[in-house]
């Protein structure tokens, strides 16, 4: 099998969705039903099975983030990737009574892209459940007080809210948080073991991590004028936080999102 085959298309294409998937997966919000439907149905092809995993992780991990408020950050990771191990194969082994009896075409209208949201998390709901249960009730130790990572009170907009107008600040912030608290689950790592452990090429975790590092080498994250990378900007807020000040750092996280992403992938392209 030739090295174009295996990786599902050409050096370039594969590129381009490296890019396209890095930017995406530093925001939760934005779960897109049709990609599970797509991934689902042609879940052989690995674009369309890392859409889908990246789309489970984008509706399990606000629901370990509820649970585990105030635990280990590694806990939250833990419990995320098992649940979406689990979740992800009780999709497998029932597409048919889950999904496409349901929907056997892709729903493109609103209404129906919210049911199928919906049945998929509610089966996400119970996986995040058993994998949470599983976690000693006793371990704590989270860096932060509790809730400032609460994706609840933080209002993140998921697709079965209303629309919540924010002012610019407090998008960016929220956002920033966001970006943060996936920073300190490790997702990009979670995520890559789960495309792994599902048979996407290893060569597309290799590209993945690449274009990661060519991110932090050359659009560095600056917070109050210093270059920082994810393990500094901990220990920067773990200081602002004994003063009650770090809104703005937060604001620095994103604004650092949408320079790089600028860099990256241009407005247009």
């Known amino acids: 099998m030739s ?3 295996k990786t599902g298309g050409s050096t370039g294409r594969w590129d381009a969705f490296v890019r396209s998937l890095y930017f995406d997966i530093q ?6 039903p049709l990609e599970i439907w797509g991934g689902l149905k042609e879940i052989a092809d690995p674009r369309e099975l890392t859409r889908l995993v990246q789309n489970l992780y984008k509706i399990v ?12 950050f590694s806990e939250h990771s833990r419990a995320s990737k098992e649940a979406v191990t689990a979740l992800l194969t009780r999709l497998r082994e029932q597409p048919n009574a889950i ?6 075409d892709p729903p493109t209208q609103e209404e129906g892209q919210k049911q199928l949201y919906q049945a998929v998390k509610k089966e996400a709901a119970s996986a995040v459940k058993n994998a949470v249960a599983r976690r000693s009730a006793t371990e704590t130790g989270s860096l932060f007080p509790d809730g400032l990572f609460d994706f609840g009170e933080m209002r993140v907009v998921d ?3 209303p629309f919540i107008i924010f002012t610019e600040k407090e998008f960016r912030v929220i956002h920033g948080l966001m970006i943060v608290y996936l920073w ?3 997702f990009e790592s979670i995520l890559m073991e789960s495309l792994e452990e599902n048979g996407v090429e290893h060569e597309v975790m290799v ?11 050359e659009v560095p994250l600056v917070v109050q004028g210093e270059t920082t990378d994810p393990r500094g900007l901990v220990l920067h807020l773990s200081e602002r936080l004994k003063q009650a000040d770090y809104l703005d750092v ?20």
Do not use: C, M
């Not at 991990?61 to 280990?72: M, Q």
């Not at 993945?208 to 932090?216: D, G, T």
């Open 27 to 32: 925001k939760v919000d934005g779960v897109k």
């Open 184 to 186: 300190l689950i490790d």
């Open 250 to 269: 937060f604001e620095a996280v994103y604004r650092w999102y949408e320079s790089a992403q600028e860099t990256f992938i241009p407005a247009g392209r």
């Open 61 to 72: 991990i606000p629901l370990a983030n509820e649970s585990l408020t105030g635990r280990e």
């Open 159 to 161: 697709n079965e809210l």
């Open 3 to 5: 090295r174009e085959r």
């Open 207 to 217: 590209r993945y991590w690449h274009f990661s590092r060519k991110v932090a080498k």
């Open 99 to 104: 999904v496409f009896d349901r929907f056997p």
